[in-house]
């Protein structure tokens, strides 16, 4: 009857109706199983590949360059072929799909950590606050995600001890690609705060005097957390993207550390010279992770966004 | 069926496919509307008077279907129709005008063409003459100079001269049918009166038949000639306006006009209403069912509640013996502007904003009621910010209990005001976090008065504010959304009470509610004023809720302070003429008692 209402009815609405709508999805289903079972074989990497990668020890150069076991020439220890290396490609890519889901889950972390304070504090307090992070958000979406990359490693670089930059890669990658995603974060939240603040449940903490930080964490972040998650999801993708990228640029992950993206920077060399399945295989593997990831969040946008519905 | 019968509904019923099974909405409806008369359909939210008004014109939404029964209109069956046919009937023969003049019109298409195009799609005739009848339609429903502001965009019209243009759009077509949905109900009082009488008007000349659909009693009264009363989709009562509603047969019809507030007397309070539980019971929502379940905290009870409430009345009044006669609150030349700029150099960028309240002086007397009337854009939801220190005055000066009351950037966040001074808001679907328990939004102002530390004594006096509420103490494990609009309001009214107030600052809080939970809501409100002598300021659009509640009435026009007066002398003998204005366009159900309709 009152227009204002509805969207609370519909909200309602929504949190008892992710799950039904999840379950009369099969594309979500699916999506869901692959980025389970991806997840699953990063984190048993070292349980379930026949060998280990990073042993020196167990590659042998004679192996290098074998195709997949079913071809003629194929070696039965290497179902899927070797690389350049002599390395097991299966094993690679389990222990890159491990190395490509950490970089990414803590890129997404710190770029939301870091938007959703950034975009709180500019929602709530407004004025000159609100104008220098907005800036600041215009001036990151400004530069490249792979420029960002160059200046925080170029930077590591040079403050960094010789040597230990390859042990701090991790960090520096996380750093990197954190800093280009965190404007939509900010940006969300910042938006959604807005909207909160106008709520009467807010406007009434706030006549009690309730201290700001206090209003914030306890009320406005758990009631904008719809949003936030569904960009979480759609910038898991974008940060395994980046960091493939990344590293198939050379920036990222050195290359004697088996990751999607150096395992076909690997494979393209060898692309014209007929080994294909050194950059095919793990290509498939990133490109079946960053599709079903990008699935789920967007089923959870639909869910979350009523103009969509 | 009479001669004149335009629409005939037969056991109408309509389920609709949800996916806990089919749900019936409206059930056996019966239903006939004469040739030039108003039909008036009025029950509660959640009655279905908006499904029947869809079903008729076959705007059902996709999940429902007409179950049983038939629609006829003159002479013609409705229910069976296929989509074409029903192109051709909606807009040429039956017609609809909907809430909200905002949305029912296309922004950015001017309302000739809009007009001229819905003419043209049901008649055919070339643009001119299409034109020349949307201008004299415009005429006809009350548009001055209606050849020039045929080519104005819907922004360029107030609410009021928007859904004249809406009827002129529904008539436009000659139908012989008008479905009006809450047709009046985002309106002021006085714009209402000119929509009604135009309506009256347009169905006395044209001999259209109207459907009604409102759940404003006084509305019905002053306009429909026979009303019928839905209760959970069902038929409670039908028949001539003055019988039905003048002296009920049913007891539901009974305890619905028992809740009419009434503008003639003022009542100690509401007698004979429905009680809100067993109301909410009966509604679709089988979770409700677990409401008054046995859960009980113990040692809690509305005695704790009460005992606990009084001992800081008993507290504050020793401290402030003096100060009890005078007044609690007052105000003193107040001025609030918005948007108000000083400008940089030589004055760039200057503006003087806009004035939301301008030089306001009132004052509340301890244990009293100051109602604040005013229509949309007066200042009155302003004035209870200004107070709480939402926003900040320009000018003037606040006193509360003898001491100055800093404006809200200057007030700090420990400020004795905080809590002394409570606000209960219109809506009670946002003023509580949505995400937490009834508990937890209980025991938020309870810990942050340092009321109580203690996890199980903050929870018995939850637990206790709730009953003493009455709500059952259950409800502390339930999210708002499992609750209804009063109960949500009661929660409301416990989450202030926790912080044991002196001054309630009430901004409409019953406007959002059907019209027997208000009186529940209403009674509640004085009872406590009666037991715990907390003083209120009431600040609400209806005339006749501040009859009812307030001791003294202020009266708000365009931030301007008109009236300041005590309740008998204010409803008895108004002096401003915008108060008296005010007063005679208020629907009531005077004409009811008297016998003649106004």
């Known amino acids: 009857m009152l227009s204002g209402t509805w969207s609370r009815w519909q909200r309602f609405r929504v949190d008892n109706e992710l799950a039904h709508l999840f379950l009369h999805s099969p594309v979500a289903i699916v999506s869901a199983l692959v980025a389970t079972l991806a997840v699953l074989a990063a984190l048993l990497a070292p349980v379930i590949s026949p060998f280990d990668p990073y042993d020196i020890g167990g590659i042998d150069l004679l192996d290098s360059l074998l195709p997949p076991a079913w071809t003629p020439e194929g070696d039965a220890r290497f179902p899927i072929g070797t690389d350049d290396q002599g390395r097991d490609l299966y094993s690679a890519i389990l222990y890159g799909l491990r190395l490509s889901l950490l970089v990414g889950v803590l890129s997404v972390s710190f770029a939301a950590l870091l938007g959703v304070t ?35 490693d170029g930077i590591a670089r040079g403050i960094l001890p010789d040597g230990s930059h390859d042990r701090l890669m991790l960090v520096v990658l996380t750093v990197a690609i954190g800093l280009s995603l965190w404007v939509d974060f900010a940006r969300t939240a910042r938006a959604s705060t807005l909207v909160e603040k106008r709520k009467e449940y807010v406007q009434a903490a706030i006549i009690m005097g309730m201290h700001p930080l206090k209003i914030l964490t306890r009320h406005v972040l758990p009631n904008i957390l719809g949003p936030l998650l569904v960009i979480l999801t759609i910038d898991l993708a974008v940060a395994i993207l980046l960091e493939a990228t990344l590293s198939f640029l050379g920036v990222g992950v050195p290359p004697n550390q088996p990751s999607l993206g150096t395992l076909i920077e690997i494979g393209t060399g060898y692309l014209f010279s007929g080994e294909w399945w050194i950059v095919l295989f793990p290509a498939l593997a990133l490109v079946t992770l960053i599709v079903s990831v990008n699935v789920l969040g967007d089923f959870l946008r639909d869910v979350f966004d009523p103009r969509l519905r | 069926m009479t001669a004149d019968t335009l629409l005939e509904v037969r056991g109408l019923t309509v389920s609709f496919t949800t996916r806990f099974g089919e749900f019936t909405a409206v059930e056996g409806i019966d239903l006939s509307v004469a040739a030039g008369s108003i039909h008036g359909l009025v029950g509660e939210s959640g009655a279905g008077k908006s499904t029947i008004g869809a079903a008729i014109m076959g705007l059902l939404p996709t999940s429902g279907r007409i179950a049983a029964g038939s629609v006829t209109l003159a002479g013609l069956p409705l229910q069976d129709l296929d989509d074409a046919a029903w192109h051709r009937l909606r807009g040429s023969r039956v017609s609809m005008i909907f809430q909200d003049p905002q949305t029912s019109l296309n922004p950015l298409i001017r309302i000739g063409d809009q007009l001229v195009e819905t003419i043209r799609q049901h008649a055919d005739i070339d643009e001119d003459d299409a034109r020349r009848r949307a201008i004299a339609l415009l005429d006809e429903t009350g548009i001055h100079d209606a050849a020039t502001r045929i080519d104005d965009y819907p922004h360029q019209f107030s609410g009021g001269m ?47 038949g109207v459907i009604l659909i409102t759940h404003d009693i006084g509305v019905i009264v002053e306009t429909s000639d026979r009303v019928t009363v839905l209760r959970h989709g069902r038929v409670v009562e039908s028949g001539p306006t003055q019988r039905v509603l003048g002296s009920p047969a049913a007891d539901y019809t009974r305890a619905l006009m028992a809740a009419v507030p009434r503008m003639e007397t003022r009542l100690p309070r509401f007698r004979g209403i429905l009680d809100d539980v067993s109301a909410d019971l009966a509604g679709p ?12 905290v113990t040692g809690a009870s509305a005695e704790l509640a009460s005992d606990w409430l009084l001992r800081a009345r008993d507290d504050a009044g020793a401290a402030h013996d003096v100060t009890r006669d005078g007044a609690l609150l007052e105000i003193d030349e107040l001025s609030v502007t918005f948007g108000a700029r000083g400008g940089g150099w030589f004055g760039i960028g200057r503006r003087d904003g806009v004035q939301a309240l301008r030089n306001v002086t009132l004052s509340l007397a301890a244990g009293t009621t100051l109602g604040v009337v005013g229509e949309s854009g007066s200042g009155k939801s302003t004035l209870a910010k200004a107070i709480t220190g939402l926003v900040d005055p320009s000018s003037g000066a606040m006193r509360f209990d003898a001491a100055t009351l800093p404006p809200g950037g200057t007030r700090r966040r420990d400020h004795a005001s905080r809590r002394r001074i409570q606000l209960i808001f219109q809506d009670p679907y946002a003023s509580l976090d949505s995400r937490f328990t009834v508990e937890r939004i209980l025991a938020e102002p309870v810990r942050h008065y340092g009321h109580a530390t203690n996890r199980s004594e903050v929870r018995r006096l939850v637990a206790s504010m709730l009953e003493l509420v009455e709500m059952p103490q259950s409800a502390l494990r339930k999210y708002p959304h499992q609750f209804s609009g009063g109960q949500r309001q009661r929660v409301a009214v416990a989450r202030a009470l926790l912080a044991r ?66 309740n008998e002398r204010f409803f008895a003998a108004a002096e401003a003429p915008y108060s008296r204005y005010l007063l005679s366009e208020t629907p009531s159900l005077a004409g009811l008692d008297g016998g003649t309709v106004h």
């Open chain 1, 118 to 152: 950034l975009g709180l504090i500019a929602g709530w307090f407004g004025g000159w606050v609100d104008a220098l992070v907005m800036r600041i958000a215009d001036v990151q979406l400004a530069l490249p995600a792979i420029l960002t990359a160059l200046l925080v």
């Open chain 2, 162 to 208: 928007r859904q004249r243009v809406v009827i002129a759009l529904a008539l436009c077509t000659d139908p012989e049918l008008i479905i009006a949905d809450e047709p009046t109900t985002a309106l002021d009082v006085a714009v209402q009166q000119q929509i009604l009488d135009l309506l009256k008007r347009l169905v006395a000349e044209r001999q259209i």
């Open chain 2, 285 to 296: 929502d089988v979770r409700q069912a677990s409401v008054a379940d046995g859960f009980r």
């Open chain 2, 501 to 566: 107030p002196e001054l309630l600052i009430a901004d409409e809080p019953t406007s959002a509610l059907d019209v027997s939970v208000q009186a529940q809501i209403l009674n509640l409100l004085r009872d406590l004023q009666d037991s715990f002598g907390l003083s209120m300021l009431f600040i609400s659009h209806d005339l006749a809720v501040v009859r009812q509640i307030a001791d003294t009435v202020a009266v708000l026009k365009d931030g301007d302070l008109v009236e300041f007066a005590p």
